[in-house]
């Protein structure tokens, strides 16, 4: 339990509050920073390993992302949700770690988008693939190959696609946390989306990755 202003122990379950944690936290509470690990560290490398695809620099990037919470807390205005701020900073120390770095290959996702005729429709059709995915949902082969493609996408559709599908963030939360529009969130989410379709796709056709 943290030390109130009174000098009492603060019951754990108060910590909860996420104001309340941020008040502990800037008087340098062991109990806060232990509570503030907990509830976010998984969450934290996670992220950081669906950006960074490197176990010992997702660590790293976690650690860092803690220590400048703790050394930032101070500056947190309120002005968003506590998991945003930390979401944010996460991602901007993964993404310094990545520039600094020899950027790994990805490939285009302009070839997979699709293509109208002039009267609108699809020059090609598109597959129906919502009942195989059903059937495969619990194969260990399928998840790895969805991980793949997902790696495959350069880092601005990655970092959409992972707040917003898998951290299942809202389209405002996503463009808070990276500082991008709302339309831009969406247009990236969408392209993201139309690949990762477009690569399964072929995926459960063929039986291999493309």
Same mark, same amino acid.
Do not use: C
């Given at each position: 339990m943290a030390e109130s202003k009174q000098g009492k122990r603060m019951p754990a379950e108060r910590l909860l509050d996420d104001d309340v944690l941020? !008040? &502990?936290?800037?008087?340098?509470?062991?109990?806060? =920073?232990?509570?503030?690990?907990?509830? $976010?560290h %998984?969450?934290?490398?996670?992220?950081?390993?669906?950006?960074?695809?490197?176990?010992?620099?997702? !660590? &790293?990037?976690?650690?860092?992302?803690?220590?400048? =919470?703790?050394?930032?807390?101070?500056? $947190?205005? %309120?002005?968003?949700?506590?998991y945003s701020w930390i979401y944010r900073i996460c991602v901007n120390a993964c993404l310094m770690r990545l520039r600094g770095k020899r950027?790994?290959?990805?490939?285009?996702?302009?070839? $997979?988008?699709?293509?109208?005729t002039e009267d609108g429709m699809h020059t090609s059709p598109v597959e129906d693939w919502s009942k195989e995915v059903e059937r495969k949902m619990l194969d260990k082969e399928l998840g790895r190959v969805?991980?793949?493609?997902?790696?495959?996408?350069?880092?601005?559709?990655?970092?959409?696609?992972?707040?917003?599908?898998?951290?299942?963030?809202?389209?405002e939360e996503t463009a808070q946390i990276l500082g991008l529009t709302v339309p831009a969130v969406k247009s990236r989410l969408h392209r993201a989306r139309l690949f990762l379709r477009e690569q399964l796709s072929r995926y459960l056709q063929e039986g291999k990755t493309a």
């Open positions: 941020l !008040e &502990e936290l800037r008087k340098g509470s062991p109990e806060a =920073v232990e509570a503030l690990f907990d509830r $976010f %998984g969450k934290i490398y996670g992220l950081a390993m669906s950006i960074l695809k490197n176990e010992s620099d997702a !660590e &790293e990037a976690t650690q860092d992302v803690f220590l400048t =919470v703790f050394q930032k807390a101070h500056t $947190f205005k %309120g002005n968003s949700a506590l950027r790994q290959e990805t490939v285009s996702i302009e070839e $997979f988008m699709p293509v109208f969805i991980k793949k493609f997902t790696d495959e996408l350069s880092e601005k559709y990655r970092v959409v696609f992972v707040l917003s599908d898998v951290e299942g963030m809202s389209n």
